[in-house]
T-cell receptor, first 112, second 112 residues
């Protein structure tokens, strides 16, 4: 079946630094990928829709200058959390609409 | 507005019993629904899906029921096993780019 590989699985960074999370579609081409954020004991909240070759579409309330999304190829989408703060600590998950929707394994971000 | 919600935040069952997890949605334009299982620290795992032109769909030990009149979705798990312990989410396909909107989630705890 379809596989989305997400890296890193966990990362710890200092406040003020930036962190990049990658999602790769291993055996299919993903024109569109979705990025979610999940706080402890809460649901997945859609942050943005990533479209290959064009600008991402952000959900209301999500800062596009803080959460930079790049979808430069049909197999790779990246999310960069810029100037990270402790409140950005969360579980970030990507997804592609394949089979029917395939999710990455998630990235646990801790900002200290 | 668009939302998918759940009636029960937690559900405890005995091993071998049947489990029923419920979900309500507010947007009657929803045409496709999915149930996901999420274990701690992992991405969502597809369980079963249903389109709005169906009332019921069965998989292995799982059944999804859709009542469009009252905008209600349920997941039935037969002969619940300890390995079924996880958080379960319903999700609805919505809007442009076919993004998924997730419900609040129900934690299922299976006791021996």
């Amino acid at each position: 079946g379809a596989v989305v590989s997400q890296h890193p699985s966990w990362v710890i960074c200092k406040s003020g630094t930036s962190v990049k999370i990658e999602c790769r579609s291993l055996d299919f081409q993903a024109t569109t990928m979705f990025w979610y954020r999940q706080f402890p004991k809460q649901s997945l909240m859609l942050m943005a829709t990533s479209n290959e070759g064009s600008k991402a579409t952000y959900e209301q309330g999500v800062e596009k200058d803080k959460f930079l999304i790049n979808h430069a190829s049909l197999t790779l989408s990246t999310l960069t959390v810029t100037s990270a703060h402790p409140e950005d600590s969360s579980f970030y998950i990507c997804s592609a609409q394949e089979g029917p929707y395939t999710f990455g394994s998630g990235t646990r971000l801790t900002v200290v | 507005g668009e939302s998918v919600g759940l009636h029960l935040p937690t559900l405890s069952v005995q091993e071998g019993d049947n489990s029923i997890i419920n979900c309500a949605y507010s947007n009657s334009a929803s045409d496709y629904f999915i149930w996901y299982k999420q274990e701690s620290g992992k991405g969502p795992q597809f369980i079963i899906d249903i389109r709005s032109n169906m009332d019921k769909r069965q998989g292995q030990r799982v059944t999804v029921l859709l009542n469009k009149t009252v905008k209600h979705l349920s997941l039935q798990i037969a002969a619940t096993q300890p390995g079924d312990s996880a958080v379960y989410f319903c999700a609805r396909r919505a809007g442009g780019y076919n993004k998924l909107i997730f419900g609040a989630g129900t934690r299922l705890a299976v006791h021996p």
